[in-house]
């Protein structure tokens, strides 16, 4: 046995399961068995920096945490961000031919991109709506994880996360950095301001003003149960509106299956017209 693994705490059965049910309580993410080896391996490192000698004293550190940031931090180490810019392409391909030719005529259009991590799908969405849409659109991008919505706000990324992204668009919203900032971009003001960052839980309650003419939520109902996901897509349907477009990840349409929607494309619904909130 290494030191590593003999200085590292054991996480037993218990610790698993009040780990896996803390967070599906507070995230909708299902653990299931089998997962030990990512929850280890994820809050091992918090494990440390809380001075915690066990799980169950770390479990403890948390619940007793009143102002949130420990359970916020267990959150952002248990969620997967992973993305990248124009992420199963056919949709944006959707969105510029299908649906906003159909918006133009607004003044302004609001999309909602509700699981945004950090940050590279409503930059795509914000480049799509900026070319036909105009500068007082904007793209409402929420997620759970603080520490992901962090990196995207600061909209910097290595040059090579951009092969997906065309090079005029590429010149057009994202600044080249020189000098220290060489071998990174940075969103130039008109693409950072199109995006509007908020903390947004999908299984707690919350509210927009007005609904949505596209919503994108991909790439994480996976992490949810069934019930959960039929939950979300109930709310997002109360923000969808009627004629309305919803995506969702391509290994995700079984979740999106609901009577409000009807089949639009691969991974996209349409909400039936004449369907109101609910
Ligand atoms: C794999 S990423 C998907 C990113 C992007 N939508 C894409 O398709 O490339 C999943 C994101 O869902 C977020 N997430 C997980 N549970 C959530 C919840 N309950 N509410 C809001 N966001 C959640 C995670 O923080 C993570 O950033």
């Known amino acids: 046995m290494t030191e590593i693994e003999f200085n590292s705490p054991q996480l037993t059965s218990r610790d698993f399961e009040k780990i896996r049910a803390l967070i599906h309580q507070r995230a909708g993410i299902d653990l ?44 952002d180490a248990l969620t997967t961000n992973y993305t990248f810019f124009f992420r199963e392409p056919e949709h944006f391909n959707f969105l510029r031919d299908e649906v906003l030719p159909k918006l133009v005529e607004r003044p302004s259009v609001d999309i909602w991109c509700a699981a945004a991590a950090t940050g590279e799908e409503p930059y795509t969405l914000a ?18 994880s603080t520490q992901a919505l962090k990196q995207a706000k600061r909209g910097v990324y290595p040059a090579d996360r951009f092969e ?18 060489a071998g990174f971009y ?8 199109a995006v509007e ?7 707690a309650p919350f ?13 994480v109902m996976i992490y949810f149960d069934r019930p959960t996901q039929r939950r979300v897509v109930d709310r997002m349907n109360q923000f969808l ?15 999106a299956a609901h009577p409000m929607l009807e089949f639009a494309g ?13």
């Open 127 to 144: 480049m799509l709506l900026l070319e036909t849409c105009g500068l007082a659109s904007r793209v409402i991008a929420t997620d759970i």
């Open 32 to 75: 299931h068995a089998g997962k030990e080896g990512l929850v280890k391996a994820r809050l091992g490192r918090k494990l440390r920096d809380s001075g915690s000698r066990s799980y169950a004293e770390y479990l403890a550190s948390v619940e007793s945490d009143r102002t949130g940031e420990s359970l916020a931090a267990l959150i």
């Open 164 to 181: 997906s992204v065309p090079p005029a668009m590429l010149r057009k919203y994202w600044l080249r950095g020189e000098g220290r900032a």
């Open 197 to 203: 960052y908020r903390h947004l839980n999908l299984i």
């Open 241 to 255: 509106e009627p004629g309305g477009f919803l995506f969702v990840g391509h290994s995700e349409s079984q979740c």
């Open 207 to 219: 509210s927009f003003p007005s609904p949505f003419p596209a919503i994108f939520c991909r790439n």
């Open 266 to 278: 691969p991974a996209v619904y349409r909400k039936r017209k004449g369907a109101g909130r609910e």
């Open 186 to 193: 940075k969103a130039k003001p008109d693409l950072a301001s």
